[in-house]
């Protein structure tokens, strides 16, 4: 009757894991003919664009019809834009500002969820309310406003004003570590208190080793959206020395003289690279940190 | 001095939470509320500085960019939403139906989220070439269709944008709905199999009214962002919003009115076009708040929590 592999059961109390055997159903092939199709779908353009980085392109356009494997196969395309784009330059800087997001938002967001979570002091409530006030006030329209304000303080075309309006407000995963927190028991807190322990004390050695899958969910997604970002790093860093990733290939794909066709494909592809590497290896995982925060970039 | 004393308790008490909590609230003030009110201020003004009172709107109302911009972008969400929504329905659907490989159709389907926008665009750009020989205009003359000009044609740009949108997020929905499916108890689908009912029945009757929460949210969260739309179509046209303007959305026009080199800029026009786009996401988030419930907004859930 069961059409799953296994099914939860319990046996004394326990869950256990019982296989049953699959009985196959016709709509069962149909349901795999359409998601293999989906699935191709999807893979194709991504299979066309690493295949085409490595084929000899001698002109602007791309070979018609689309060629799936490189027939003469050339590393020349990635020497091509490594010696002509400043694309090893764009890389490094977006990963100093992903590390940097990661790590100054990760480290506000889990005292502050720590915070809200477990403290009691007057006015929790508004001063929670003004933090998540900025997930409903989409930071596209604070654009010109917060552009002036890092421009006053000197930090356009740095680093440091790249990261600065996001991890300083963080709302979102203030509000996803609180969640998590309020699980956490409260006993913790007040058995360091009574032991004299500062409160920034049990928050750095014992909430913070406990808030661990949390931190990882919310490391994936914000190495995920601060990498992919376009419209802010674009903005805040434009000198051309400073660009993001990002903002590097969409100046190299929308340049008027038309780009070499097999550079744009091995800029996209060193582009994706650290982040499919990641995927690859955490894929699970990052299905997972999806699932639970719902995040879009 | 009986005050004080009772203030240094206060700060003793209290004082470490607060300090605690001092990025995040200096943060959210000055890149939050400031600009919110420097912007609401600023639509008022001219170049200057000076106060011009609905200036500004009435220049915004009477460009004739400004409503198309308003109907591109809605245009656009509604095409979006509604293809990616029951397509990634259905593909939940069949994913938590089949019995293996679950998890790695689930990891394909999410792939494309992490190729960023720009290098979608560039390989959506030849796909779906406007040349006669290109793999789409190829598949389209294999099947006996005419040519089309995709992104270059006016009337079919917006809607290979969303092609290309739809490639790209449809993994993001095909994950939140497997998640909402997989606590759907198996006990309903079951019982509808004794009953009798086809995968059509069970699927429109039992699973669609179970689903309704992860479908609101889904709708939702895509609505927010086809209202935001930007990278996507300013990976494809830049900011010119060519062909015909067709691209043009109203980030793209905000975009354009503060920080174009090439366009005409007024700063006054660009806050109160933002201002627009604020009200129309507010207004999206009240309806959201209204359908979920109360019981599950955000801000009474922290309501809620904080009262213990």
Redesign the interface.
């Known amino acids: 009757?069961?059409?799953?592999?296994h099914?939860l059961s319990l046996v004394n109390g326990q869950k256990v894991k019982v296989h049953e055997r699959?009985h196959f159903r016709p709509?069962?092939l149909v349901?795999?003919i359409?998601?293999v199709l989906?699935?191709v779908?999807?893979?194709i353009?991504?299979w066309?664009?690493v295949a085409n980085s490595f084929e000899t392109i001698k002109s602007y356009a791309?070979p018609?019809?689309?060629k799936f494997w490189p027939e003469n196969f050339t590393w020349n395309n990635y020497s091509l834009v490594m010696m002509n784009t400043n694309i090893v330059g764009n890389l490094k800087n977006s990963a100093i500002v992903t590390a940097q997001d990661v790590l100054f938002n990760l480290f506000?967001?889990s005292?502050?969820g720590?915070?809200?979570?477990k403290?009691?002091?007057?006015g929790?409530?508004p001063?929670?309310?003004?933090?998540?006030?900025?997930?409903?006030?989409?930071f596209?329209?604070?654009?010109?406003?917060?552009?002036?304000?890092i421009q006053a303080m000197g930090l356009n075309n740095t680093y440091l004003g790249a990261s600065?309006?996001g991890?300083?407000?963080?709302?979102f995963n203030?509000?996803m570590i609180?969640k998590f927190c309020?699980d956490l028991p409260d006993e913790l807190l007040e058995s360091a208190t009574v032991d004299g322990a500062?409160?920034?004390r049990t928050?750095l050695q014992i909430y913070l080793p406990l808030m661990g899958p949390i931190i990882a969910t919310l490391t994936v997604t914000t190495v995920?959206t601060s990498?992919?970002d376009?419209?802010w790093p674009m903005?805040v860093l434009s000198r051309d020395e400073m660009r993001t990733?990002?903002s590097g290939?969409?100046q190299l794909?929308?340049s008027s003289f038309g780009p070499h066709a097999g550079m744009?494909?091995a800029a996209?592809?060193l582009?994706?690279l650290p982040?499919?590497v990641?995927?690859i290896f955490m894929?699970?995982y990052?299905?997972q940190s999806?699932?639970a925060t719902?995040i879009?970039? | 001095m009986q005050k004080t004393v009772k203030r240094q308790g206060f700060f003793k008490?209290?004082g470490?939470?607060?300090?605690?909590?001092a990025?995040?609230?200096?943060?959210?003030?000055?890149?939050?509320?400031?600009?919110?009110i420097?912007?609401a201020f600023?639509s008022f003004k001219n170049t200057a500085g000076s106060w011009v009172g609905l200036v500004n709107y009435n220049i915004l109302f009477t460009d004739v960019l400004w409503p198309k911009a308003i109907i591109n972008t809605l245009y656009m969400g509604v095409i979006g939403v509604g293809l990616s929504i029951p397509i990634a329905f259905?593909?939940a659907y069949?994913?938590n139906?089949?019995?293996?490989a679950k998890?790695a159709?689930?990891?394909?389907?999410?792939?494309?989220?992490?190729?960023?926008?720009?290098?979608?665009?560039?390989?959506?750009?030849?796909?779906f070439n406007a040349?006669a020989?290109?793999?789409m205009n190829?598949f389209l003359q294999m099947i006996g269709l005419p040519k089309s000009d995709w992104f270059s044609g006016v009337s079919t740009s917006r809607e290979t944008v969303m092609i290309m949108t739809l490639?790209k997020?449809v993994?993001?929905a095909v994950?939140?709905f497997?998640?909402g499916l997989q606590t759907m108890p198996?006990e309903l689908l079951?019982a509808a199999?004794i009953d009798g009912a086809n995968?059509w029945k069970k699927l429109w009757y039992i699973t669609v009214p179970n689903m309704k929460n992860t479908l609101i949210?889904v709708f939702i969260?895509?609505s927010?962002?086809a209202l935001?739309r930007?990278?996507d179509v300013?990976?494809i046209a830049?900011e010119y919003g060519q062909p015909g303007d067709t691209l043009v959305t109203i980030?793209i026009y905000?975009?354009r009115k503060?920080?174009s080199t090439l366009f005409y800029k007024d700063?006054g026009v660009?806050?109160a076009a933002?201002?627009i786009?604020?009200l129309f996401?507010?207004v999206i988030?009240v309806i959201e708040m209204r359908v979920t419930g109360e019981s599950e907004s955000?801000?009474s859930n922290?309501?809620k929590?904080?009262a213990r």
């Not at chain 1, 720590?114 to 979570?117: A, E, G, N, Q």
């Not at chain 1, 596209?140 to 304000?149: A, D, R, T």
């Open positions: 009757m069961s059409k799953h592999t099914t699959v709509y069962m349901f795999y359409l998601l989906a699935a779908i999807v893979i353009p991504v066309w664009m791309f018609n019809p689309p506000i967001a005292m502050a720590f915070v809200f979570s403290g009691r002091f007057p929790k409530q001063l929670l309310l003004l933090i998540l006030s900025s997930m409903m006030v989409p596209e329209i604070k654009l010109m406003p917060i552009y002036q304000i600065l309006p991890c300083l407000t963080a709302a203030i509000f609180k309020d500062s409160k920034f928050f995920m990498w992919n376009l419209l903005i990733v990002q290939l969409s794909t929308n744009t494909c996209s592809c582009s994706i982040l499919t990641i995927f894929q699970k990052i299905v999806v699932a719902g879009k970039q | 008490k209290y470490e939470w607060y300090l605690m909590l990025i995040p609230v200096i943060g959210s003030i000055m890149f939050n509320i400031y600009p919110l420097v912007n600023q259905l593909l069949m994913l139906r089949v019995p293996f998890n159709f689930k990891t394909i389907y999410l792939f494309p989220m992490i190729v960023s926008i720009v290098a979608v665009s560039m390989v959506f750009k030849f796909i040349d020989n290109s793999p190829l490639w997020s993994g993001h994950i939140l497997f998640a198996v079951e199999d995968e949210f969260t895509n927010i962002g935001k930007f990278a300013y990976a830049s980030m905000i975009y503060s920080f700063l660009a806050s933002s201002i786009l604020f996401i507010i988030t955000l801000i922290s309501r929590r904080g």
